[in-house]
């Protein structure tokens, strides 16, 4: 897909794959990775099915976690660790990079690590969000 057509769009996570097909993917494998960004509306709107709590909340419901916020007990829309910064500027960051797991693959997990500003910038306006499972 094509960094164009996804902002146009606006597609997000429900769009590339149902929440069913998630549900039907769980039943049947019991290690799921989700390595996504989400260009949401930071307003969180929630009158729309679709905002980020809505999503992240309907992944929770199936045992699928982001391994950032749950290793380190971050609250969504309040990290403290960017994965983008707009316009590649150090004043404008945004933590909008992610990777959900299963319940059973986080049990494996070892490692997470956010890319610094610093070493990263000059490669992109994204630093890597790092996991790593035993």
Request: hydrophobic share 35%; aromatic share 12%; with cysteine.
């Amino acid at each position: 897909m094509k960094y164009g057509s996804f902002w146009k769009d606006r597609t997000r996570l429900t769009s590339l794959m149902s929440m069913d097909d998630v549900v039907q993917v769980n039943q049947v494998c019991f290690l799921i990775i989700i390595r996504c960004q989400f260009l949401v509306d930071t307003s969180d709107k929630k009158n729309r099915v679709s905002n980020h709590s809505a999503v992240v909340n309907r992944l929770a419901d199936k045992h699928i976690f982001s391994c950032y916020h749950k290793k380190f007990n971050q609250e969504q829309g309040k990290e403290k660790d960017p994965t983008f910064f707009l316009q590649r500027n150090s004043t404008k960051p945004y933590h909008i990079d992610y990777c959900f797991v299963s319940a059973d693959l986080f049990s494996r997990l070892q490692h997470v690590e956010i890319g610094t500003y610093d070493k990263w910038i000059t490669k992109s306006d994204h630093v890597p969000v790092i996991v790593e499972f035993e």
